[in-house]
């Protein structure tokens, strides 16, 4: 399955934005600015797919993101309170998730705009969700 260039350029450049910022060495700065970028991501990868997208779509999409990103960064947010050794360690946990995180939404979107190429309909929720379990499984 190719993805298209547009979304891959999208998905790649969000990530590395995302391990930019979640490796700020202040505690629980990430995760207000981790939202922006996974949003401006599935954007990206909507319009490389020719799809509109409305905001609705946009809000109920942030809000799906908002918790699990939340929630995945609280490990590494923790130690970053812990100077020194806890800030590096810390920053790097949360890179890593944050990188990986930010990919799962973004393969899992072009994915599945790849699986339904003859009416090219995604739910975005939908994707989002099965992300969410699949990062819980493990």
Request: charged share 15%.
């Amino acid at each position: 399955m190719a993805i298209r260039d547009g979304a891959h350029a999208a998905i790649h450049t969000a990530s590395a934005a995302a391990a930019l910022v979640s490796a700020s060495p202040i505690p629980f700065s990430d995760s207000a600015l981790l939202i922006p970028i996974q949003t401006t991501m599935i954007t990206a990868i909507y319009k490389a797919y020719d799809q509109e997208i409305s905001e609705g779509f946009i809000s109920g999409a942030v809000k799906s993101t908002m918790v699990s990103t939340i929630g995945k960064s609280i490990a590494g947010n923790l130690l970053k309170m812990i100077p020194g050794i806890g800030t590096v360690a810390g920053g790097a946990i949360n890179a890593g998730v944050a990188v990986a995180f930010t990919e799962a939404i973004g393969f899992g979107v072009a994915n599945a705009f790849e699986k339904n190429k003859n009416d090219n309909t995604v739910d975005i929720i939908e994707v989002l969700s099965d992300i969410g379990s699949n990062f819980k499984k493990k």
